[in-house]
């Protein structure tokens, strides 16, 4: 069973810039595709961003384009998330998770305790 810790978050101005990190445990890590997602208080998660297990193609909601970068270091077992031009809309409690690629939706069902990113205005 793939375990999750997500880290690198904080609290950062509108405009700012985070780097988020997912370390996975288990041999087979660099088999799956991976993502982030993000829950907002009071909202349902929504999926962010995804790379896949080559790192040789990436995928990211509309929301984020542009701004986001996912990337991967299988030797580290260890998926990151840069987030640049921060929005308070951004704020969230961000988590990883293996990604099914045809409908970048979950695929283990459970979850890290996720790292919260906060962006004030």
């Known amino acids: 069973q793939v375990q999750l810790v997500e880290s690198g978050g904080g609290l950062v101005q509108a405009g700012g810039s985070l780097r988020l990190s997912c370390a996975a445990s288990?041999?087979?890590?660099?088999?799956?595709?991976m993502g982030w997602f993000r829950q907002a208080p009071g909202k349902e998660r929504e999926f962010v961003a995804a790379i896949k297990w080559s790192g040789g193609s990436t995928y990211y909601a509309d929301s984020v384009k542009g701004r986001f970068t996912i990337s991967r270091d299988n030797a580290k077992n260890t998926v990151y998330l840069q987030m640049n031009s921060l929005k308070p809309e951004d704020t969230a409690v961000y988590y990883c998770?293996?990604?099914?690629?045809?409908?970048?939706?979950?695929?283990?069902?459970?979850w890290g305790q996720g790292t919260q990113v906060t962006v004030s205005s």
């Open positions: 288990g041999r087979t890590f660099s088999s799956y595709h």
């Open positions: 998770n293996a990604v099914r690629w045809a409908t970048m939706t979950s695929l283990l069902d459970y």
